[in-house]
């Protein structure tokens, strides 16, 4: 490496994907930096390189006491200059549990970090415990943000790197949008981790199974709805209520039961708000101790988390490896749990097995033995095989024995499908009253969702709260035990007429039907067209009635959906895509840079229509490097006139 006249390379310290980071030092002023030199092939694509040095040089203006510092840029090297940490919360992650007055305070550290990116527009995008950095005076600092991933992934492909603290909606569009709550799911699953300790993956039954892919077993549980972390109060003692509230709040995985922003989980932490300011510890080290200490409120915590975890998901994962009697060749025996409840998941015959939902959200094996006895609530006189049991019956199994083997004897509620509209949504009660006619006066029958249950909105899993009177819905519900009782509900399908905005990509052929390839900034979404869809274009109804094929590409559409498309509105002007680079509100005007790098000015007409994220906006609200969708005219001399613009915040 030929030399600098200001910085020094002196140590290699890490090295990623991305970049080489080494130990170095500031000749002109003396101290000791960091120095992030990026790979030879990410120096060769001016564009994405472009991206990077301006997204760092934004980074590089802010300054706070939670938040790595960016001194300075040397491009013609593709050097970061950046403040000298001393370690980062990796090096606890996996290993004895942290304190947790320690991790009370890095926890909110690190909020106060997203709190201030997330008010200035910027997700983060990487928070893991290796990114938890330790500074000198033993303050967490948030550093090495997602820039590489943004960079890398010019086609909006997010999955790289790790994926074991990737919130669900990065990996999956049915949780939501990716923003400032992705941050806070992975702040809070890192944070369980180091509370948890060498026992944390524990908790995760089946992640190792089969020679699985870590990367990918990852990321399918982050996108399974129905694969969530335990209550901590459940797995580990010793563990403060407002601790264990936050981090629990922080890894919800439906964003609806997530907190919005930093500052909501920041109060509810009982912390000195001076401490967090100051960046001084309560009590407790950051640093970990070169031996563990096996006594204490964290041996507790550790012995809690084998044993109370062990009868539940770890006990019933013994069982897969364990004979019908219980038995094994070597090593001590599982307990054995007495009796289980939950949803058939899955049947295998062949090996007299089945995967159990159970209430609590996990999926486990279970060994039914030979031959179990199986029969139906509703007719106990007839018995059934294991081959006849179905995906989505509600069992319960209770083990015996009998001849010196384990026996056992499944009840199996067969469940049964009903459709009709929504009344009423009691969300706190999980209750949702049902019409199965929508004239008026019919009955409202009320009908309960187990803790379990699939919800699904349009075809997309959603959550129960996220349920709305008049949504259209197929009900699949357990007989109640008597006329009046409730119906127990494990799955309710909803039609809701949603309204999207977007630019047509195309329209394709779909199994024989057509769709619209819907693009709201890079994002593509596909939908099939109702044969009754409504289509009209610049306001003009035309005759004979349009069909999709008389949609073009770049068509500005505001489209009424569920499942299809049974509405169109389509304005048809010249687009363009790129970022804010100025706002001239005086003038009228929108200084653009396109995604090539080339930079255009636009007037904004006077009856412009402005979105930011969806909702209206000024030309004010307008910052730099937000992203855009433009429809303008272009007249024969002079700026384009913009007629629209869609803006959304830098992610």
């Known amino acids: 490496m030929d030399p600098h006249p200001r910085y020094q390379p002196v140590e290699k310290i890490a090295s990623g994907s991305f970049a080489t980071v080494y130990r170095g030092k500031d000749l002109e002023l003396g101290r000791e930096v960091a120095i992030k030199q990026i790979?030879?092939?990410?120096?060769?694509?001016?564009?994405?390189?472009?991206?990077?040095?301006?997204?760092?040089?934004?980074?590089?203006?802010?300054?706070?006491?939670?938040?790595?510092?960016?001194?300075?840029?040397?491009?013609?090297?593709?050097?970061?200059?950046?403040?000298?940490?001393?370690?980062?919360?990796?090096?606890v992650a996996g290993k004895r549990p942290m304190d947790v007055n320690a991790?009370?305070?890095?926890?909110?550290?690190?909020?106060?970090?997203?709190?201030?990116?997330?008010?200035?527009?910027?997700?983060?995008?990487?928070?893991?415990?290796?990114?938890?950095?330790?500074?000198?005076?033993?303050?967490?600092?948030l550093g090495d943000f997602g820039l590489a991933r943004r960079v890398s992934d010019?086609?909006?492909?997010?999955?790289?790197?790790?994926?074991?603290?990737?919130?669900?909606?990065?990996?999956?569009?049915?949780?939501?949008?990716?923003?400032?709550?992705?941050?806070?799911?992975?702040?809070?699953?890192?944070?369980?981790?180091?509370?948890?300790?060498?026992?944390?993956?524990?908790?995760?039954?089946?992640?190792?199974?089969?020679?699985r892919d870590r990367q990918m077993a990852w990321m399918m549980w982050h996108a399974a709805p129905d694969r969530r972390l335990p209550e901590i109060s459940r797995v580990l003692a010793d563990v403060p209520p407002d601790l264990a509230q936050t981090i629990q709040k922080l890894c919800a995985k439906p964003q609806s039961e997530r907190y919005e922003t930093a500052d909501q989980a920041l109060s509810d932490l009982n912390i000195d708000v001076k401490i967090v300011k100051t960046g001084e510890e309560s009590s407790g080290s950051l640093k970990r101790p070169e031996q563990p200490v096996e006594n204490g409120p964290d041996r507790k915590r550790r012995m809690l988390l084998i044993g109370a975890f062990a009868t539940s998901a770890i006990a019933s994962l013994a069982m897969l490896f364990m004979g019908p009697s219980g038995g094994s060749n070597s090593g001590?025996?599982?307990?054995?749990?007495?009796?289980?409840?939950?949803?058939?998941?899955?049947?295998?015959?062949?090996?007299?097995?089945i995967d159990l939902l159970t209430p609590?959200?996990?999926?486990?094996?279970?060994?039914?033995?030979?031959?179990?006895?199986i029969r139906q609530k509703e007719n106990q006189q007839e018995y059934m095989s294991v081959a006849a049991l179905k995906k989505?019956?509600?069992?319960?199994?209770?083990?015996?024995?009998?001849?010196?083997?384990?026996?056992?004897?499944?009840?199996?509620?067969?469940?049964?499908?009903?459709?009709?509209?929504?009344?009423?949504?009691?969300?706190?009660?999980?209750?949702?009253?049902?019409?199965?006619?929508?004239?008026?006066?019919?009955?409202?029958?009320?009908?309960?969702?187990?803790?379990?249950?699939?919800?699904?909105i349009?075809?997309?899993?959603?959550?129960?709260?996220?349920?709305?009177?008049?949504?259209?819905?197929?009900?699949?519900?357990?007989?109640?035990?008597?006329?009046?009782?409730?119906?127990?509900?494990?799955?309710?399908?909803?039609?809701?007429?949603?309204?999207?905005?977007?630019?047509?990509?195309?329209?394709?052929?779909?199994?024989?039907?057509?769709?619209?390839?819907?693009?709201?900034?890079g994002k593509i979404e596909t939908l099939p067209f109702s044969g009754k869809c409504v289509i009209h274009v610049d306001g003009i109804?035309?005759?004979?009635?349009?069909?999709?094929?008389?949609?073009?590409?770049?068509?500005?559409?505001?489209?009424?959906?569920?499942?299809?498309?049974?509405?169109?509105?389509?304005?048809?002007?010249?687009?363009?895509?790129?970022?804010v680079m100025a706002v001239d509100i005086p003038a009228r005007e929108l200084l653009v840079r396109s995604n090539d790098g080339k930079e255009t000015r636009y007037a904004v007409a006077a009856d412009c229509r402005i979105e930011l994220d969806g909702k209206p906006a000024q030309l004010d609200d307008l910052k730099k490097f937000y992203k855009l969708e433009l429809s303008y005219d272009a007249p024969p001399t002079g700026p384009a006139s913009l007629r629209v613009i869609d803006a959304q915040k830098t992610q």
């Open 39 to 91: 790979h030879e092939q990410y120096l060769s694509d001016p564009e994405q390189l472009e991206r990077y040095w301006a997204e760092a040089q934004l980074l590089a203006s802010f300054q706070h006491p939670n938040i790595v510092t960016i001194y300075d840029l040397v491009r013609d090297r593709g050097w970061l200059i950046m403040e000298l940490m001393q370690s980062d919360l990796s090096r």
């Open 103 to 141: 991790l009370r305070t890095a926890l909110a550290h690190c909020l106060r970090a997203l709190k201030f990116l997330h008010a200035h527009g910027i997700v983060h995008g990487d928070v893991k415990p290796s990114n938890m950095m330790i500074d000198r005076r033993r303050r967490v600092k």
């Open 154 to 211: 010019e086609q909006g492909s997010l999955i790289k790197g790790t994926t074991k603290y990737m919130a669900p909606e990065v990996v999956s569009d049915e949780f939501g949008e990716v923003g400032p709550a992705s941050d806070l799911y992975s702040l809070g699953f890192a944070a369980y981790e180091l509370l948890a300790g060498e026992h944390f993956e524990e908790l995760f039954p089946g992640l190792n199974t089969g020679g």
């Open 332 to 353: 001590p025996q599982a307990p054995q749990v007495a009796r289980r409840e939950g949803i058939v998941h899955d049947v295998r015959r062949e090996s007299m097995e």
């Open 360 to 373: 609590e959200g996990a999926v486990v094996p279970i060994k039914l033995g030979k031959e179990p006895k």
């Open 392 to 456: 989505g019956d509600r069992v319960e199994i209770s083990f015996g024995e009998s001849k010196g083997e384990t026996r056992a004897t499944v009840e199996v509620s067969r469940p049964v499908t009903t459709t009709g509209q929504i009344r009423q949504v009691d969300a706190q009660r999980g209750v949702v009253g049902i019409v199965y006619s929508p004239e008026a006066g019919a009955e409202v029958v009320e009908m309960t969702a187990e803790p379990t249950a699939k919800i699904r």
């Open 458 to 521: 349009n075809g997309r899993n959603a959550e129960f709260s996220q349920l709305e009177p008049d949504d259209r819905v197929e009900v699949i519900h357990l007989p109640s035990k008597t006329p009046d009782a409730p119906r127990t509900t494990i799955e309710i399908s909803a039609l809701r007429t949603l309204h999207t905005k977007g630019y047509v990509a195309g329209i394709i052929d779909q199994e024989g039907k057509p769709a619209l390839r819907l693009d709201r900034f």
């Open 541 to 579: 109804e035309s005759e004979p009635a349009l069909q999709p094929a008389d949609l073009k590409p770049d068509d500005r559409v505001e489209i009424a959906h569920d499942v299809e498309v049974t509405e169109v509105h389509a304005t048809r002007h010249p687009r363009a895509t790129g970022a």
